[in-house]
């Protein structure tokens, strides 16, 4: 079985807590498409690929991250569930993107966040997917908890215009937001790529942060 493992650090680092500032030092991202042992799809989505629906159904596991904090090991697990079908004489496809964290405790996923954003069924161009370069993990506020940013397009257009964007940080059970629009060049210079924050609460350095991620991601 082929799996494609991006590690940051030995392996042996994530056998016990991790002291603050080595909490980004522990993260491994594995893009193989498969989950960790005893984590279920069910468990991330709450859909049984099992299950037998009238419409094409697509299912996929993006990412696992893996970290260590002070209370132990975390997992984010990104994953989309899809569906093709055909309805009034037009071809539609809809999409979701998952993002839901655990924590691990003697073998036991403990859901922490669950992210959901959903693409309902689109007879245009659906563009609904992560930005796998948008994967960070920091300890900016230099505590036992690490920050987990990220970032996905979902949209579903019709022509040549900005996508639906965000970038997620999220610590623990809070959660902080750039919600906006990519960013495109047409005749004239570029167009989109604005965004709205939603830091109220978050330390200065997490917005900073952020936008440096969509700065880095907004052309799509």
């Known amino acids: 079985m082929k799996r494609t493992l991006m590690t940051l650090v030995a392996l042996g680092a994530m056998a016990g807590p991790a002291a603050a500032d ?3 030092a522990t993260m491994t991202i594995d893009a193989s498409g498969n989950l960790p042992p005893g984590l279920s799809f069910v468990e991330v989505t709450g859909v049984d690929p099992a ?7 697509k299912h996929a596991v993006e990412r696992v991250v893996t970290w260590n904090e002070g209370d132990g090991r975390h997992v984010a697990v990104f994953a989309t569930t899809g569906k093709v079908g055909r309805k009034d004489d037009m071809d539609f496809e809809s999409r979701v993107l998952y993002v839901t964290t655990f924590h691990v405790v003697d073998g036991r996923y403990d859901e922490v966040q669950a992210i959901k954003e959903v693409v309902n069924p689109c007879e245009l161009d659906l563009s609904a997917e992560f930005i796998p370069e948008s994967i960070t993990l920091t300890n900016l506020d230099d505590d036992d908890e690490g920050e987990l940013t990220f970032g996905y397009v979902a949209s579903c257009l019709g022509g040549l215009d900005p996508k639906k964007m965000k970038v997620l940080m ?3 059970k809070q959660r902080y937001a750039l919600r906006g629009v990519s960013e495109i060049f047409i005749a004239g210079g570029a167009e989109g790529g604005t965004y709205r924050p939603d830091f109220k609460t978050a330390p200065k350095a997490f917005l900073e942060h952020a936008e440096r991620i969509w700065d880095k991601v907004k052309r799509r």
Do not use: A, F, S
Not at 51 to 57: E, L, N
């Open 22 to 24: 080595d909490i980004p």
């Open 51 to 57: 299950k037998v629906t009238k419409v094409k159904t």
């Open 170 to 172: 999220l610590e623990g």
